[in-house]
């Protein structure tokens, strides 16, 4: 979306103006929105809008619930105890590409992170690194993944 990446251009000259002094990073409420945005057109979702608690749309042609996270850091956070149905985290590049970390089931970081007894947050949710999601996401099968839409 050419809208997306003028505004990523636009924090990347701010922060050179700067000289690196401010960050001007997209974090938060933002960051998820353009996430949800991007992944919605990469693997077809239809987002449900508004603040969902577990699942922000669904896949079109397989009606599988998703949640998404994005970021532009390396952390992301999953619900606490929660077998999701489906779940995708993005790493979005400062160019405004997307890194797909982690395109499955929830159901096996819900047990990696019970495996590694994480500590969750008022359990609401637990923090899982982009590393761990990538290791997670090469142990599925393609037919465990949302197919890209091309």
């Known amino acids: 979306m050419k809208e997306i990446q003028q505004l990523l251009d636009i ?3 701010l922060k050179k103006q700067f000289q690196g002094k401010l960050d001007f990073s997209l974090d938060g409420r933002l ?3 353009i996430g949800e945005a991007l992944v919605s057109e990469m693997f077809d979702i239809e987002i ?3 603040n969902q608690h577990t699942y922000d749309g669904y896949h079109r042609p397989s009606n599988i619930k998703v949640q998404i996270k994005a970021s532009m ?3 992301f956070n999953y619900p606490f105890d929660i077998d999701l149905e489906h779940y995708i985290a993005v790493h979005i590049n400062p160019d ?5 970390l982690y395109n499955g089931p929830g159901k096996y970081i819900n047990k990696f992170l ?3 007894k994480r ?4 359990n609401i ?3 899982i690194t982009a590393n761990h999601l990538k290791e997670l996401n090469d142990k599925l099968e393609a037919t465990e993944r949302l197919p890209e839409v091309l």
């Open 11 to 13: 924090t990347s000259s």
């Open 31 to 33: 960051v998820g929105d």
């Open 48 to 50: 449900y809008g508004g």
């Open 73 to 75: 850091s390396y952390n």
């Open 96 to 100: 405004g590409t997307l890194e797909v």
């Open 114 to 116: 019970k495996d590694k």
């Open 119 to 122: 500590k969750s947050y008022r």
């Open 125 to 127: 949710w637990t923090t």
